[in-house]
Nanobody, 125 residues
């Protein structure tokens, strides 16, 4: 079946780094843009980054620019989120998602149709 599965979360000290991975299966991974979202307790789900289906174009929310980098390895069916200089406010459940349409780089959750179960990132101060 069509699914995406995240991995790589964990506990890290402020200033540290983590790399999240997301593997897609059951569909042609190279045909769809992908995105990362996060949700902290008591907060709404927030868009973090998106990347075009080719992996050439990407966008990030202002709060992570210069610290997070999204990338897409189509031959390996894997999406990544490299996170550095982590802050306590980055603590959240992180989700990867597949865009519903085959073009663009959407920043709205409503434009994504396949979601993973999430991976927890906790940044201690």
């Amino acid at each position: 079946q069509v699914q995406v599965v995240e991995s790589g979360g964990g506990l890290v000290q402020a200033g540290g780094s983590l790399r999240l991975s997301c593997t897609g299966s059951g569909y042609p991974f190279e045909d769809y843009p992908m995105g990362w979202f996060r949700q902290a307790p008591g907060m709404e789900r927030e868009w973090v980054s998106c990347i075009s289906r080719s992996g050439i174009a990407s966008r990030d929310v202002d709060s992570v620019k210069g610290r997070f980098a999204i990338s897409k390895d189509n031959p390996r069916n894997t999406l990544y989120l490299q996170m550095k200089s982590l802050k306590p406010e980055d603590t959240a459940m992180y989700y990867c998602a597949r865009a519903a349409q085959k073009t663009g780089c959407p920043d709205s959750a409503s434009e994504y149709d396949i979601w993973g179960q999430g991976t927890q990132v906790t940044v201690s101060s």
